[in-house]
């Protein structure tokens, strides 16, 4: 795969997308939402990415759509032109959390506006103590309501702290996003990239087919009720026994040795 707005590389099953516009703390620009979506829905089919970890180049992690590149054209366009990108920026979610792998928010600095809302569709965030976190979709006059931030949000922080987060847009730093469940991690700056890839490793490890089900169904069940998630997960479970995984799981166990689960 080839992308001009962000690194990427793949080393022994694991991908790495680095924003890579330091200069301007990684802002975003129509090519990098294009390749962004491009990205995220290819890795579905790329058999040697099993985890993804999303980082920014420099001292930014991603602040935001570019005021020049971004807002200022927005501008300029009406109806069906602005809907397109909206949709576009909402696709980039979309195939994130479709995704049956999972992705690791390396945040190394600020993560603004659209860049808050990478980190929070990603399935891990690991924090910089210099991180911070800004939904600054009010600052600018548009709705809280941007890249599915009114779905995801609520349930990761709770209904009363995403109304404060939308709607001041003040930055919150990393000790706070940790306290509020925001970030699972907070680490040393120069360790950032050493968590995030052991994480990557550790999930690398595990029984890849049964975490892609556990996050497909984190998604699904969000939207039903009890009986119908006892349901869902009763049928994907009976289906997770008949891997070789579950049973490479059991003689591990037996064996008291760690498991050597499938890499396919």
């Known amino acids: 795969m080839a992308y001009q707005s962000f690194i990427y590389e793949v080393e022994d099953g694991i991908a790495t997308a680095r924003l890579n516009d330091p200069g301007k703390l990684n802002a975003l620009t129509f090519q990098t939402y294009e390749e962004l979506e491009r990205l995220m829905r290819e890795l579905a089919d790329d058999e040697a990415v099993q985890v993804l970890v999303l980082t920014g180049e420099g001292r930014g992690f991603c602040s935001g759509g570019s005021v020049q590149d971004i807002i200022g054209k927005l501008l300029e366009m009406k109806g069906d032109s602005l809907y397109h990108f909206t949709r576009m920026t909402c696709d980039v979610v979309k195939h994130m959390r479709n995704l049956k792998k999972p992705i690791i928010a390396a945040v190394n600095g600020i993560a603004g506006g659209a860049g808050a809302m990478l980190a929070l569709a990603s399935d891990f965030r690991i924090l910089s103590a210099q991180a911070k976190f800004a939904f600054l979709f009010v600052r600018v006059g548009l709705a809280g309501a941007d890249m599915g931030a009114l779905h995801l949000l609520p349930r990761i922080v709770g209904q009363g702290r995403a109304t404060e987060l939308l709607f001041l847009g003040d930055p919150i ?36 087919y049964a975490i892609g089900v556990t996050k497909q169904l984190l998604n699904r069940e969000l939207q039903m009720d009890l009986e119908a998630a006892l349901e869902i997960e009763a049928r994907a479970q009976a289906i997770c026994m008949e891997t070789a995984d579950f049973r490479e799981g059991y003689r591990a166990v037996v064996e008291k040795r760690a498991p050597v689960f499938n890499r396919s």
Do not use: S, T
């Not at 991690?185 to 950032?192: A, F």
């Open 173 to 208: 730093d990393a000790q706070e996003a940790c306290r509020i469940g925001l970030a699972n991690r907070v680490v040393r700056h120069d360790e950032l990239m050493k968590e995030a890839y052991a994480l990557a490793r550790r999930l690398k490890k595990g029984p890849l």
